[in-house]
């Protein structure tokens, strides 16, 4: 990485203030990350953070909102290069995450790079990337996505792409931006050198309010990107019918 490039870590907090305390505290150590800032997306005048660095600043939402707009609001107060974007949930395992700026600089043909997400088993998460779900009657090659739960992209890039699109509440917003870096002539890519933990669903927990929100987003992502209506409409029923049967089950 070079010497003037400077890295802030954004992190989205929601009522987990150990594990966002523990990250932070983490992140002290990498002096490739010049800035900390902390994003209390609860809402909740009376819920506090608590022990975080000296270095970092807190940053409380006037109201709760969704994790993209979490990250807008730490990232509006970002003065560096870099934005490294962290849940709060997440566990370093390899390497120094202010190196994924490196890669940056490295591959100036991509506009977002995350690390290697792996779960609490240490198998490398599932739902960390992929590729675009293809349109119905399109062969068009389709691009890929990764998770925003990690990941680095340049501040300058983030706000030319007007950051995540804050319609979305939870889910799908990180598969939207990686869209739209496409469009602009972008990749993504993971570097195979950083590997985080992700112990998962501190702020959203329950299997069904998972689900919810995620069917919800991915409805707006197909009309957003103007995805065939018998396509939305089966996915939409499938959704329900998954829904429903969490329900059934207690989760």
Known sequence: M????????VIVDYYSAGDTAALAASLVDDVGIT????????????????SLPGSATTIKAEHRQGYGAGVNLGAGSSRSSHLLVLNSDLVL??????????YLDEHPGVGLVAPVIRDREGREQADAGGHFLRKWGSD??????????????RRQTFQEMDGFDERYFMYWEDT?????LQHAGLRVATDDAVVVVHTSGGSD??????YRNA?????????RWSYPAPQRVLLFALARCK?????VRGL
């Open 205 to 210: 927990a329950r299997a069904s309010s998972r």
């Open 93 to 102: 395992h390899r390497g120094l995450l202010s190196g994924l700026a490196g």
């Open 243 to 247: 829904l429903l049967a969490l329900r």
């Open 140 to 153: 068009e090659e389709r691009g890929e996505w990764r998770t925003g739960a990690a990941f680095m992209i």
């Open 2 to 9: 070079d010497d003037g490039v400077a890295v802030c870590a």
């Open 35 to 50: 800035e900390i800032i902390v994003v209390d997306n609860t809402g909740d005048p009376g819920y506090t953070i608590g």
């Open 176 to 180: 939207d931006l990686c869209l739209r």
């Open 215 to 223: 069917a919800r987003s991915r409805d707006l992502f197909l009309r």
